[in-house]
């Protein structure tokens, strides 16, 4: 295989655009599906088998569907039929069990393979605009709770999990999707809290994948750095953690003031790319960094590494 093929496979396009069936056909590791993807029941299940049939290798076909606010069927339920995480959690772990089984059968019905949830955020701070209620809880013991039961959940049925978002948004104040939030914490406070959580889901063997968020953790870079660009962060994660790690959506404008940023993560270990768009501003980044990546030994390495993470993860959930 071309390294180009390898380097497709790490990355997870959205459908806005009109390169998504050229893209698939060169090896597009897989689709994320916003909600106004999802009309009706009938559209999108023949959505997600059209898209299978034109792949030689088979795609993630993934979703946002925490519940609460972030739920994207919500075009054909009417409105919000889940509750989000963190009501969900106050209701017991029965309720939040039978909520992820429901959620877990729904989306395979569907043709989904990948829930970009549970949100493994510690809500410490009331003035956060963007996880709140998103977070099972503003202490790391029921975070880890919740985030067990909805994995263990997901996992029987079929369903890969991500956790998210390293090394812990809960602390921010402001919304990564239009910033780069800051949190200025020492590490070991950050470690004893935020990356709690994710720490010993990983200890667990509970991680699918750990999505990291688009913040500037000074504990990691004193100079204005997001974690997902950054060597210090991912280099951390991987002394406790050697499996697919994934970015936020890269169009968020935390990274409007980084040039290059997918090729930053790539070089700093990040494995695989969240896009919402698949515009030709989004092709063209991935078409660079290919050629880039013929003379490049960093990049290779890196981009070969990564392809065969996500294929062992797709073997695992018989993907492949």
């Given at each position: 295989m071309k390294i180009i093929q390898k380097?497709?496979?790490?990355?997870?396009?959205?459908?806005?655009?009109?390169?998504?069936?050229?893209?698939?056909?060169?090896?597009?590791?897989?689709?994320i599906f916003f909600t106004d993807d999802i009309i009706s029941t009938d559209d999108f299940k023949n959505k997600i088998k059209y898209?299978?049939?034109?792949?030689?290798?088979?795609?993630?076909?993934?979703?946002?569907?925490e519940g609460g606010r972030v739920e994207r069927t919500q075009n054909i339920w009417n409105?919000?039929?889940?509750?989000?995480?963190?009501?969900?959690?106050?209701?017991?772990?029965?309720?939040?069990?039978?909520q992820t089984q429901a959620i877990s059968e729904e989306l395979k019905s569907y043709g989904i393979n990948l829930n970009f949830a549970p949100c493994c955020d510690v809500d410490t701070n009331p003035d956060n605009p963007i996880i709140g209620e998103r977070a099972f809880a503003n202490n790391a013991e029921d975070v880890i709770k919740g985030a067990e039961t909805?994995?263990?959940t997901y996992r029987k049925n079929g369903i890969i999990s991500c956790i998210k978002h390293?090394?812990?948004?809960?602390?921010?104040?402001?919304?990564?999707?239009?910033?780069?939030?800051?949190?200025?914490?020492?590490?070991y406070e950050m470690e004893n809290l935020h990356i709690k959580p994710f720490k010993t889901l990983i200890k667990k063997d509970l991680a699918d994948i750990v999505m990291v968020a688009h913040i500037h953790c000074k504990?990691?870079?004193?100079?204005?750095?997001?974690?997902?660009?950054?060597?210090?962060?991912?280099?951390?994660?991987?002394?406790?953690?050697?499996?697919?790690?994934?970015?936020?959506?890269m169009v968020m404008k935390a990274l409007d003031n980084f040039e290059n940023p997918c090729e930053m993560a790539i070089r700093a270990g990040v494995n695989m790319f969240i896009y919402r768009n698949c515009n030709d501003e989004?092709?063209?980044?991935?078409?660079?960094?290919?050629?880039?990546s013929e003379f490049d030994t960093v990049l290779q390495k890196n981009i070969e590494e990564s392809y065969e993470?996500?294929?062992?993860?797709?073997?695992?959930?018989?993907?492949?």
């Amino acid at each position: 295989m071309k390294i180009i093929q390898k380097l497709y496979q790490m990355f997870i396009l959205g459908t806005s655009g009109n390169n998504l069936e050229s893209v698939i056909k060169k090896g597009l590791g897989g689709i994320i599906f916003f909600t106004d993807d999802i009309i009706s029941t009938d559209d999108f299940k023949n959505k997600i088998k059209y898209f299978s049939k034109q792949s030689d290798t088979s795609l993630f076909f993934s979703i946002d569907q925490e519940g609460g606010r972030v739920e994207r069927t919500q075009n054909i339920w009417n409105g919000k039929k889940y509750l989000s995480a963190k009501y969900a959690f106050q209701k017991g772990e029965l309720f939040l069990k039978e909520q992820t089984q429901a959620i877990s059968e729904e989306l395979k019905s569907y043709g989904i393979n990948l829930n970009f949830a549970p949100c493994c955020d510690v809500d410490t701070n009331p003035d956060n605009p963007i996880i709140g209620e998103r977070a099972f809880a503003n202490n790391a013991e029921d975070v880890i709770k919740g985030a067990e039961t909805v994995i263990k959940t997901y996992r029987k049925n079929g369903i890969i999990s991500c956790i998210k978002h390293f090394p812990g948004h809960g602390d921010t104040n402001c919304d990564s999707h239009l910033v780069l939030p800051e949190i200025d914490m020492p590490l070991y406070e950050m470690e004893n809290l935020h990356i709690k959580p994710f720490k010993t889901l990983i200890k667990k063997d509970l991680a699918d994948i750990v999505m990291v968020a688009h913040i500037h953790c000074k504990c990691f870079d004193e100079k204005v750095m997001p974690t997902s660009l950054s060597k210090n962060t991912i280099n951390y994660l991987k002394t406790f953690y050697n499996g697919v790690i994934c970015s936020d959506d890269m169009v968020m404008k935390a990274l409007d003031n980084f040039e290059n940023p997918c090729e930053m993560a790539i070089r700093a270990g990040v494995n695989m790319f969240i896009y919402r768009n698949c515009n030709d501003e989004t092709i063209n980044t991935i078409e660079t960094i290919a050629k880039k990546s013929e003379f490049d030994t960093v990049l290779q390495k890196n981009i070969e590494e990564s392809y065969e993470k996500i294929i062992e993860l797709k073997r695992k959930y018989k993907i492949l």
